[in-house]
């Protein structure tokens, strides 16, 4: 992805295959009420998802991942994941980026902040 907007739609993007986001904007995606467990408002990633640059921003869901789903291998070399919305849920965990069961989350460089669960996580790792 270079130079361009992914935003306003129910979801970002959905990866089961390789995304490499070297700029651009991931945003304003928000998720229908109810939403199956396994989705994330702005990204949900079930492959390889290399974020260069960029912002995944703005993103909102009723649970766990607002910004960032990952059930696979994440890897943030740079760019910033921020504001993303739990939107009220009773418990979210890690709202800017949720690492699931068995999952890889790579974060080598970038800002992730600025996110608004009930929790106060940026990062949830359920890695056993």
Known sequence: MYNS??????YG???????????GVISGNKLPNPVPYGYGGGVTNYGTFIMNDGKISYNQRIGDGTGV???????????????????????????????????????NGGKIFGNTPNTNENVYNNNK
Request: proline letters at 0%; aromatic letters at 16%; zero cysteines.
């Open 13 to 23: 993007v959905i990866n089961s295959g390789i995304f490499t986001m070297y700029s």
């Open 69 to 107: 789903y990952n059930s696979a291998t994440f890897t943030m070399n740079g760019g910033e994941i921020s504001g993303n919305n739990a939107n009220y849920a009773d418990r979210a965990f890690g709202d800017d980026v949720h690492n699931d069961d068995d999952a890889i989350f790579n974060w």
């Open 5 to 10: 907007e992914i935003s306003n739609n129910f």
